[in-house]
Each structure stands twice: as C-alpha cells, then as structure tokens.
C-alpha cells in the first residue's frame, strides 16, 4: 500500500478520491478492521457499501478455501465462522446480508454465490429471516437434501418450530419423500419432540402423509411426555397397519416403571375393564421398589369403576397375593405389603400367603 492509504497517517480523500469499488477492494483485501479502527467516515462509509462486502466475502471465502459442496454440519459451521461471521462482528449484526446484497453477490460472483448458498441459508434461517433464505434457495437451485438430510435435521435441531417446516416444505422439500428415505425425520429427532410434547410438529408430518412409527414413540411418550402427546400418538397409529389400543397402552405404561403418573392415570381412564387390569395391578405391586408413584397408580385402578371385580382375579390359576408373595424379598416387601393390604381388603384369598407378610399387612 503506497503512502496516500498508509494507515499510521490520517486519511483523507478530498483530492483525486479512487472511485469506491477501487477502495472497496483495497480495503477488503488489507485489514478491515484497521480501517475502521480510523473512525473516518469515509471509510465507515466503503465499508457500510455493498461492493465492500462482496469483495470482503470473495476474499475470506479464498482464505478459507471453502469447498464447492460441504460434506458435514461441521463444514457449514466452520466455514460461517470462517467467512460470514467476520462481517458480522464488523458490523454488528448479520444485517448486511441483504436483498441487494445477494443480489449483487449473485450478479458479480455467480459462482461464489452458489457455493455459499447453504451458509447463507443456514444463518439467514438460524436467525429467522425466512424470505432473504428462500430468496438465496430459489436463486441458488439449492438442494435441501444435501449431507444425506443432515442439513435439514440440523436447521429442526436449532430451530423446531413449525415455521421452519412450512419453509423446508415451500421451498421445495417434500415431506412424505424425505420422511420415506429416512433422511430427517427419523426416530432421534421424531423421539425428541415426543419428549418435548410437540404436537404441533408432530401433527404437521401427519398431515403430510408421513407415517409416525406411533407404536415406538409411545414407549418414550410414556415416560417423558405429556397426557396430550399419548392422546395423538393413540390417535396418529389409527392410521397404521398395528393400531394400538388404550388396552394395549395400558400394558406398557404398567411394565414401565418410569412411566408419568399423570400419563398413567389418563391411560387408565381410557381403557375398558378387562383382565388387563388385573395384569396391569401386580405389575404395580411387584416393580414398587422401583417407582415412587406405583401405589397412587395402583389406587387409580382401584377406584375405577367395576375395578373390583377384575383386580381380585385370578391370572393363570394363581391369586394376585399369591403371584405377588412369589416375588417377595426382604428388601421388597414393605413396599409391596400396602398392595397385599388393598387386596385382603377387597376380598382376595390370603391362602399360601407367608405368616411374616400377614403380619406385617394387618
């Protein structure tokens, strides 16, 4: 750099000014970030321009070697990091990525513009400024599907909201196709928004004719999820070929010592009186030790209508106490004495019970 721009000297160009894309390109290809140190308006104002950003962004693309197509998350972080958030932190916000700005990047770096495409996608999407990414989509012919469905996966990851779907969707991305090769939406992200209760999401896909795998997410829903979200994932597997009944619901949610009470207790709620009951009693009782809520779950049974008659049945020959006494140990048995007390109660046979656990349930 010759004297008339060295930066140690105030800088001033009143006489013989270079155009602008000529100083545009002499301060994106030194240190930005000295010249702005300067405070001169002049210079803000080269570096406030359009031109400046294209030709900042061309150079710290080549410092970066940015490949044509990345082959990880990792390659659009990295090279976001690399590349676009250096303007960033210079201008104080992700704000000069603007319509004119892709626009003229588009015009005068055609090929750089579609190599940074999904960087630029990726930020314009992570802070949720759908049109400008949909404008860099369109312009670009970017394919969504890149990285195997990582991208998209990803983009849901940081932002699971509806609104990003209904962008995937309208720029190109068909739901039910993606959904069938597994490229997304697979057990991972579909088990993390059971976990979350997002119906909203859910219910999305099931509009777009994407098969949930109900059945399996209900086994998470159980134990990490809300009454609502065991509700659709009930209704959804309908439309499955191995619907699943509250019944069957029920004989899950009891084998689970994990599973939410209040779950627990709308399932029970919506099962009809069966020999599932009397199952689903025992189980309680004989997994106690495990699960602080098993007596309340037990007592939602019991105080359900008709449920006398089916909890004092007899499972295979055998009473409830007596398959209850078969599990008994010492370190078990004061949590299951209280079940064995609500059966004397309700009428079931003490016969073979041990004299110990007669004495303790008395």
Same mark, same amino acid.
């Given at each position: 750099m010759d004297s008339a721009l060295s930066l140690s000297e105030p800088l001033s160009f009143a006489t013989d000014p270079l155009p602008t894309p000529v100083l545009a390109r002499v301060i994106a290809h030194s240190d930005p970030h000295k010249w702005h140190e300067l405070r001169s308006a002049s210079v803000r104002a080269i570096i406030g321009s359009t031109s400046f950003r294209c030709e900042w962004i061309c150079n710290l693309a080549c410092a970066a070697n940015v490949p044509h197509r990345p082959k990880a998350t990792d390659d659009i972080i990295r090279t976001t990091n690399m590349v676009l958030d250096p303007i960033t932190e210079l201008v104080g916000s992700d704000a000069w990525i603007s319509e004119n700005f892709i626009r003229a990047l588009e015009y005068h770096r055609p090929r750089l513009f579609i190599t940074l495409a999904p960087y630029l996608v990726w930020t314009l999407l992570l802070s949720e400024r759908q049109r400008l990414a949909s404008m860099v989509a369109t312009h670009s012919h970017l394919d969504l599907c890149i990285l195997n469905g990582q991208f998209v996966r990803d983009l849901l990851e940081n932002k699971p909201f509806v609104w990003m779907l209904e962008w995937l969707e309208s720029n190109g991305l068909e739901m039910h196709d993606f959904h069938q090769q597994e490229k997304c939406f697979n057990? /991972?992200? !579909?088990?993390?928004?059971?976990?979350?209760?997002?119906?909203?999401? #859910? /219910?999305? !896909?099931?509009?777009?004719?994407?098969?949930?795998?109900?059945?399996? #997410?209900l086994e998470y829903a159980l134990s990490h999820s809300t009454p609502e979200t065991v509700d659709f994932l009930v209704s959804h597997s309908s439309n499955n070929q191995n619907p699943i009944s509250w019944n069957d619901l029920l004989m899950m949610a009891c084998t689970d010592a994990m599973t939410r009470l209040d779950v627990f207790q709308h399932v029970v709620v919506n099962t009809e009186p069966s020999i599932v009951w009397t199952f689903a009693a025992c189980c309680l009782a004989s997994h106690a030790m495990l699960d602080d809520n098993a007596y309340v779950k037990f007592s939602a049974l019991r105080n359900s209508s008709n449920a006398e008659q089916w909890l004092t049945r007899s499972l295979r020959g055998r009473t409830p106490i007596e398959c209850l006494c078969e599990r008994l140990t010492y370190e078990n048995m004061p949590y299951m004495s209280p079940f064995i007390r609500d059966y004397l109660a309700l009428g079931v046979s003490a016969t073979g019970m041990p004299s110990i656990v007669a004495i303790l349930c008395q």
């Open positions: 057990m /991972s992200i !579909l088990t993390s928004w059971v976990m979350s209760s997002r119906i909203d999401l #859910l /219910s999305f !896909l099931a509009q777009h004719h994407t098969n949930l795998p109900a059945r399996s #997410l």
